[in-house]
Structures are given as structure tokens and as C-alpha cells.
């Protein structure tokens, strides 16, 4: 079993991580008590928290899910709803963004793309952009000490309509907060549907005001997503894409146009999507030559860090340290930042 502490010192990034699923227990208790807000149930672990029956009644949308609760994802993004409610001034969000570049920085991160949904964020409704405002002066002061850089993907809820979306990507062309890199959807497909003709004009104008587009597809729902994110968002990354292994023509289309994929096993079999690490597809993307980068997803609630997860990689699908220095590497490569920063990480 490759060492923890060997995983660490490997420089690398992390690029599909959700702000939103990064809050300590610590935090969480500090922020409920700040807030008034009584906690679901006994307050052992975030996992306990975020399993609770009231996340966890099981969805008639869903069916599936097993670690995280009987409502898998559905439960889990009522879980992040409920928690991220808790932040209310900007103080507390900058608080929360220090908070995530200091445990980044623990797992020898040194640059993150995280996404932020607002949409979780339910205090800071109609001022979205002054949420993003309070957590950069989180990330700033974070990097001023020392710890993770961190560049924002703002993330549409899959159910937001095409009018909000375009809203969104407008006031970030009008006045684009300085961490914000790129544009994501989250959320969860086999709720919503097909949503790639629903955002392709956001998205449009999105890439045109120099955003980088990064899209959750083929977690919840099969490849068709994962197509739509391509051919009609123009991703450059798929946040999971995993099921586009049950489509061999898209493979060849994810490995002809090097678009990445920020696979998360653990998430993967925590929240239901395949019933444990050996029928996960990752070893089978990487014999098929698809760009894979290994990531956590949500790594508090799950109850996982990211140098945990590599090493369970590493031992079920018999990784060598040369092969997990190749996902560093590719971590790296596959960010949204600077030219000059990757550089300097490379
Ligand atoms: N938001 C947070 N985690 C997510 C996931 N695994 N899938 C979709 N949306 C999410
Ligand atoms: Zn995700």
C-alpha cells in the first residue's frame, strides 16, 4: 500500500471539488451555533449529519444510493442545502474559504479549482456576487499566508432555467470577481434531464467573456450528457463522465480532443452511482488513453481526504507511485490556471 505521506508531498491540484462539501465538523458546529440553527439528529461526523433522515427520505425520482443515504445524490445536494444556510455574513463565508485552502494545503494541494454553487448558499439569494466577494477575501488572505491557490468555477444548479443562467453569466461579464475562472453545472441529472440546449446560449457567451466551462455529466445519467456538454457547452472538462464508458465512439471523442474527465470513485460509490471501488470504469478510461484526473468531489461529508483516496486507488487498481506522480502531473496540467502558475507547480 502506497504511503499517505508519500501521496502528500506529490505537488498536484485538485480540480473537481465542491466548496460546498469541505466544511469540518468544527465549522459546521461553530457556524449552527452563530446562526441558532439546532443540528439534525446527534452531531458525531459530518457523514452522520449529512445522512440524516431528513436528507436521506429516499426520492421517487432517484431509486438508488447506498453510503450516503437511501436518496443517494438527491439527499446528499438537501444535505448541502441545509449546511451551506448556515453562512450568513461575510465574515463567516470568508471563513469557510480560509478553512478549505488550509485542508487543500494539508493534502499537498497547491492549486484548486472548486466550485461554488450559490444556489446552496440560500442567505446570500439576489447577492451572489457579494458571496463570491466574502469568500475571495477568503482565498486571498489564504494565499497571501501561504496556503492553496484557488481559482472559482461558479456553478448553475442543473434546474436553474436558461433566463438565470444567462442572468448569471452576464453580471459575470459585467463584473467578474477576480477568482472566478469558469463556468460548471452541477446538480443532479437523473432529476432534471438533458440540460445542454437549455444552457448552450449561457454557456456561449460565457466562453466568449474568456470563462473556462467545466460540466457534472455521465455521474447520475449515461453518456448523452456527456455529448451535450461537449458538442453543445464546448466543456473542456467533464466533472465525472464515468458512464462514458458505456459508449465507445465518445471515448474516442474524449481522447481525440483531450478533454479531461475529474473522476471521483469514492463519491462515486458513496453516493450509489456503482456498488463499489472493483465495478468502478476508471482503470478501463485509463487503458482507453481518456485524460483522468482523481479527485474527491465532496471529501467532508464523504469522510475522505484526497491523498485516502489515492491510496485506495492505488491498491485496488495496483497503482505505482509512478503512475500517481502521472496523476499529479496531469492534475496540474488539467487546471484552470495561469500558464505561469502551472509552471511554477510543474
Ligand atoms: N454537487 C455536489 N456534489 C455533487 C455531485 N456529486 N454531483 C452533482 N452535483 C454535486
Ligand atoms: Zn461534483
Not at 317 to 342: C, Q, V, W, Y
Request: hydrophobic share 40%; net charge negative; with cysteine.
Amino acid at each position: 500500500r502506497i504511503d499517505e505521506q508519500a501521496i502528500r508531498a506529490l505537488p498536484k491540484a485538485e480540480v473537481h471539488i465542491h466548496l460546498e462539501g469541505t466544511f469540518s465538523l468544527h465549522d459546521m458546529l461553530v457556524l449552527a451555533k452563530e446562526s441558532g440553527v439546532t443540528l439534525p439528529g446527534p452531531a458525531r461526523t459530518i457523514f452522520d449529519i449529512s445522512t440524516h433522515d431528513d436528507f436521506s427520505a429516499p426520492s421517487v425520482t432517484t431509486g438508488g444510493g447506498t453510503g450516503a443515504g437511501s436518496a443517494g445524490l438527491t439527499g446528499f445536494l438537501r444535505f448541502l442545502d441545509w449546511q451551506c444556510g448556515l453562512v450568513r455574513t461575510p465574515e463567516q463565508a470568508a471563513r469557510v474559504a480560509y478553512a478549505f485552502a488550509a485542508r487543500q494545503t494539508a493534502s499537498g494541494i497547491r492549486y484548486s479549482d472548486v466550485i461554488v454553487n450559490p444556489t446552496h448558499w440560500n442567505a446570500w439569494r439576489g447577492r451572489e456576487l457579494d458571496l463570491l466577494a466574502a469568500l475571495s477575501e477568503g482565498f486571498d488572505e489564504a494565499a497571501q499566508d501561504g496556503l492553496c491557490e484557488t481559482g472559482i468555477a461558479y456553478s448553475l444548479l442543473r434546474s436553474q432555467t436558461a433566463r438565470e443562467a444567462e442572468d448569471i453569466v452576464a453580471a459575470l461579464t459585467y463584473r467578474r470577481p477576480e477568482r472566478v475562472v469558469a463556468l460548471s453545472v452541477d446538480g443532479d441529472e437523473k432529476v432534471t434531464g438533458r440540460t445542454g440546449e437549455k444552457f448552450q446560449a449561457a454557456f456561449s457567451r460565457a466562453a466568449v467573456a474568456g470563462l473556462r466551462r467545466t460540466v457534472h455529466a455521465g455521474e447520475s445519467s449515461g453518456p448523452a450528457g456527456v455529448w451535450d456538454a461537449i458538442d453543445l457547452l464546448r466543456a473542456e472538462r467533464i466533472d465525472h463522465g464515468v458512464r462514458s464508458i458505456e459508449d465507445p465512439a465518445l471515448i474516442e471523442r474524449l481522447v481525440r480532443d483531450e478533454i479531461s474527465l475529474g473522476v471521483c470513485p469514492r463519491s462515486n460509490v458513496s453516493l450509489g452511482i456503482y456498488p463499489d471501488w472493483a465495478s468502478h470504469p476508471l482503470p478501463r478510461l485509463l487503458d482507453a488513453g481518456v485524460r483522468v484526473t482523481l479527485n474527491t468531489d465532496d471529501p467532508v461529508p464523504l469522510g475522505t481526504t484526497l491523498e485516502a483516496d489515492w491510496a485506495v486507488a492505488a491498491a485496488q487498481f495496483g497503482f505505482t507511485e509512478a503512475d500517481l506522480a502521472g496523476f499529479a502531473r496531469r492534475s496540474i496540467e488539467a487546471s484552470f490556471a495561469s500558464d505561469d502558475l502551472k509552471r511554477d507547480l510543474l
